[in-house]
């Protein structure tokens, strides 16, 4: 069955650069959600798409940008990187009724260095 | 807001025993509740979910949970505990968005280590 999709696996940046990651969707699932997760902590929301528009945000930087195009999939758009920005970034999808699990990416990791 | 909460950072059992991993949850209304569990460097898999109906939820890999709303508790168990199940767990409470995007907030995770 398919499975979420996430582009990079493995992203290294240097301070001050940009970095932009890929999620692609389970076919037929229109709602999107990021997560990142630093070493040993547990996946902290970051921000959620339904039918192309947001619809909830959690803590995002404000350097941070996401959007979800026409083929529901979606890009998170990191500038300005931080070395506290290294993390594993997960990619979500799910239907958008609540009683539905959401089905996870294998994740990006990034390392700012 | 919704919150779910891991007691315990570890749980060790041996291979055979049952285990429990400890989940609470703080919710307004009927909660919606799941567990994962995450292979080191790998992402999130579903186990198993409660959102009505029997308190005993069975998921995969002869994985089970109890509901029990007196004691808001979601605990996560298997009978018989195998090497390959150590890994991170993590209960999770699913909001309730006008619109959808239902975003999942997860508790700090147990680590659940299974010996011979």
């Known amino acids: 069955a398919a499975g979420v999709i996430q582009s990079p696996r493995h992203l290294i940046k240097e301070k001050r650069e940009t970095a932009t990651l890929k999620c692609y969707p389970i076919?037929?699932?229109?709602?999107v959600y990021w997560y990142q997760q630093g070493p040993g902590q547990d996946p902290q929301f970051l921000i959620s798409f339904y039918e192309k528009m947001q619809s909830d945000k959690g803590s995002i930087p404000d350097r941070f940008s996401a959007q979800q195009f026409s083929d529901y999939h979606s890009e998170l758009n990191m500038s300005s990187l931080e070395l506290g920005d290294s993390a594993l970034y997960f990619c979500?999808?799910?239907?958008?009724?609540?009683?539905?699990?959401?089905?996870f990416g294998q994740g990006t990791r990034l390392t700012v260095v | 807001a919704q919150s779910v909460a891991q007691p315990e950072d570890q749980v060790n059992v041996a291979e055979g025993n049952p285990l429990t991993v400890k989940c609470t949850y703080s919710?307004?209304?009927?909660?919606?509740l799941f567990w994962y569990v995450q292979y080191p460097n790998r992402g999130l898999q579903f186990l198993l979910k409660?959102?009505?109906?029997?308190?005993l939820v069975k998921g995969s890999y002869g994985f089970e949970a109890e509901f029990n709303k007196s004691q808001t508790s979601f605990h996560l168990k298997k009978p018989s505990a195998l090497v390959s199940d150590s890994a991170l767990y993590f209960c999770a409470v699913r909001d309730k968005y006008p619109g959808g995007g239902n975003k999942l907030t997860f508790g700090t995770g147990t680590q659940l280590k299974v010996e011979l």
């Open positions: 979500a999808s799910s239907s958008p009724d609540r009683g539905t699990e959401a089905f």
């Open positions: 409660y959102i009505t109906g029997d308190n």
């Open positions: 919710v307004s209304g009927n909660p919606y």
């Open positions: 076919p037929r699932h229109d709602t």
